[in-house]
Nanobody, 121 residues
């Protein structure tokens, strides 16, 4: 069974930083793209940042220059470093990974449980 486990959310003041982590686990998995999405109250879930297995990154315009994404392929982990946080970054952040398994060889989206990030003074 594939699982994505997140950690690192919390409450931070405007201008502060947080680092989110996500670890994928499961038998005989092959991880393709990994990324982070977020969903604020009353809004749709949106892509924040993504990274391919070769390291190519993609960011939402609203976080460019403030957030970075990285991954450790050998450990199946992905990180989101968030700097210069703003109140509008407040949301539940979800880890996403496109994973192939022996049972499902076609890459399939898997999601973490979500972690709350609140930016407030």
């Amino acid at each position: 069974q594939v699982q994505l486990v997140e950690s690192g959310g919390g409450l931070v003041q405007p201008g502060g930083s947080l680092r989110l982590s996500c670890a994928a686990s499961g038998m005989d998995i092959s991880i393709n793209d990994m990324g982070w999405y977020r969903q604020a109250p009353g809004k749709e879930r949106e892509l924040v940042a993504a990274v391919t297995s070769s390291g190519t990154t993609n960011f939402a315009d609203s976080v460019k220059g403030r957030f970075t994404i990285s991954r450790e392929n050998a450990k199946g982990t992905v990180f989101l470093q968030m700097n210069s946080l703003k109140p509008e970054d407040t949301a539940v952040y979800y880890c996403n990974a496109k994973i192939s398994t022996l049972v499902r060889p076609r890459p399939t989206d898997y999601w973490g449980q979500g972690t709350q990030v609140t930016v407030s003074s």
